[in-house]
């Protein structure tokens, strides 16, 4: 009788959990073997080649800058844009595209899949700085080429710093807003407001209002996290980043965990 | 024999074809009873509301001096932004939500389909306009009557026609960029490149070069809307208008159209 009653269970007591590397591994290559994935870093990759273009063809022209930093701000400037929509995509797409219960059903410590996810999408950052400053070393050997001068290497550790820093805030804004709001064209809508409007309306209210001046550095994160390029900090700015970064990241990151520890899986 | 042959075949020849007005309703209701487009209606109309709030504040506190076009243009800040996302959404969410298929099956000539979905735009465009100019002049005669200056009005008219080309230019575009790609974050990203990136790359490009600086209002629609939007737009500023509305909305408006005709159902 209970040789019969026995197969009618699993028992898992003694299988392993899915190994944490296994499951940053899945969610790496979720990230790119989707056709959104992979058009969008092969979007990032591609436009940051022609804003380099771009900008050496300006350069060359008009004898401007063709520091080493240079060449890499122009690849920044798209890639600061594209990293967050793919933080974004990581995480919303699993509830647009249904796969959440997949996922969730393989690994049910939810929050493991989301760290694993975070991780997959810093490496993913890695790989378009490490991209970005391998087409900027291109970039500026072929400037000297053209200009027949030495190449010019000023990017410093500061530079070089901030770049990797802000980047990656960017990416985990993006990542963070998505668990937020667990929807892909509202994450997107909701940080493109961030990135482009809150700048504007922060410098309009700094104008207008002496007593916001005051408050402004201490909530805008943007402006606290460019400060990293001008390194070394002050007290002041390192509290700032600190104040602002609790605000825009840490706030939205933690309510959307508690939000996806908690979603109903579609 | 024969009427055992007829009776098998469903006879629709003389059934009419579902009238344009229904589709524009149907198309109507598809943009506010989803929980996606609700939102987005709801979001609109609260952000517009803050603005205007905040904005009056602002002024009353600073006693600044301000005409109702600056109210419009307060308002327009979030509806400029968050009209175009419903544009791209009509046209997107109809493949991410799976929609097309019984939509298209229903009304099997997708021309009307796109024709009703455009209307229905156009009918919204006019209401964010009502309520706009309802809005902006409940917010005009409350500053008179909080600051004690005089109300300036401009003239009415006029800037409600170029508000209401704004809002149909916006979601038109966001439509064309949605058909486009019939993926709601890539229609959403490029229409938010295209109008947060894009003039400030098209700006510094013409600072640089002068022959590019010639060229640059014919092809930078956004920075042509801003004559709309303070009302100084005359002469070749209109010809400005068409002359990149063709390249930014009637474009990829005709390439999406055909996209949409010959597209995949799934």
């Known amino acids: ?3 019969l009653g026995a197969p009618d269970t699993l028992d898992v007591s003694g299988t392993r959990g899915i190994p944490f590397g296994r499951t940053v591994a899945v969610e790496l290559r979720k990230s790119v073997d989707t056709r959104a994935g992979r058009w969008l870093v092969g ?17 060359v022209s008009k004898d401007l800058d063709g520091s080493y930093g240079s060449f890499v701000a122009a690849s920044a400037f798209v890639s600061s844009f594209l990293l967050p929509v793919l933080g974004i995509m990581l995480v919303s797409s699993e509830w647009s595209q249904r796969t959440a219960m997949t996922t969730f059903a393989l690994e049910p410590r939810r929050m493991r899949v989301v760290w694993a996810k975070m991780i997959a999408g810093i490496s993913l950052t890695a790989f378009v700085v490490a991209f970005a400053l391998l087409v900027g070393l291109v970039f500026v050997l072929l400037f000297s080429a053209f200009q027949g001068q030495s190449p010019d290497w000023t990017f410093g550790w500061s530079g070089f710093a901030g770049f990797v820093i802000n980047q990656t805030f960017a990416m ?14 509202a994450a997107i809508v909701v940080y493109v407001v961030y990135k482009y409007v809150l700048p504007g309306l922060f410098a309009l209210g700094s104008a207008l209002m002496v007593w916001f001046s005051h408050v402004a550095p201490w909530i805008d994160f ?7 390029y001008d390194m070394p900090l002050s007290a002041t700015q390192w509290w700032q980043l600190v104040v602002s970064g609790i605000v825009w990241l840490a706030v939205p990151l933690l309510i959307g965990l508690w939000r996806i520890q908690r979603a109903e899986v579609k | 024999m024969s009427t055992a042959v007829t009776t098998s075949g469903l006879d629709v020849s003389q059934t009419p074809r579902t009238p344009f007005g229904r589709l524009v309703s149907v198309e ?3 943009l506010s009873d989803t929980r996606a487009g609700r939102w987005l209606l709801i979001a609109i109309a609260a952000l517009t509301l803050l603005v205007l709030v905040i904005q009056m504040w602002v002024v009353v506190a600073q006693n600044t001096h301000v005409t109702f076009n600056d109210f419009l243009q307060g308002m327009n800040t979030p509806m400029g932004i968050l009209l175009p996302v419903l544009g791209v959404l009509s046209v997107t969410s109809e493949w991410s939500q799976r929609t097309a298929m019984v939509t298209f099956t229903l009304e099997p000539s997708r021309v009307r389909v796109i024709a009703a979905k455009l209307v229905s735009l156009l009918v919204i465009s006019v209401l964010a306009l009502v309520i706009g100019l309802v809005l902006a002049s409940f917010a005009n ?7 004690g200056n005089s109300v300036v009005w401009g003239s009415v008219g006029k800037l409600a026609f170029f508000y209401l080309l704004l809002y149909v230019f916006g979601m038109a575009t966001g439509f064309a960029f949605g058909a486009l790609f019939l993926n709601s974050p890539a229609g959403i990203v490029v229409y938010f490149v295209y109008s947060f990136v894009f003039p400030g790359l098209f700006a510094l490009g013409a600072a640089l070069m002068d022959w590019f600086s010639k060229l640059q209002p014919w092809i930078d629609f956004n920075t042509d809307q801003n004559g709309l939007i303070d009302g100084t737009i005359h002469g070749k500023g209109w010809a400005h208008l068409v002359v990149a509305g063709l390249i930014w909305l009637a474009l990829p408006l005709a390439v999406g159209i055909w996209r949409i005709r010959r597209a995949e159902v799934k």
């Open chain 1, 172 to 185: 985990v804004g993006g990542f963070a807003l998505a668990c937020l709001l667990l929807n892909t064209p």
């Open chain 1, 222 to 228: 943007q402006s606290a996290s460019a400060n990293l």
């Open chain 2, 141 to 147: 005669v409350l500053y008179g009557a909080m600051s």
């Open chain 2, 28 to 30: 109507l209701r598809k």
């Open chain 1, 1 to 3: 009788m209970s040789s």
């Open chain 1, 43 to 59: 979007v990032t990759v591609g436009v940051a080649v022609v804003a380099e273009v771009i900008y050496l063809i300006v350069a």
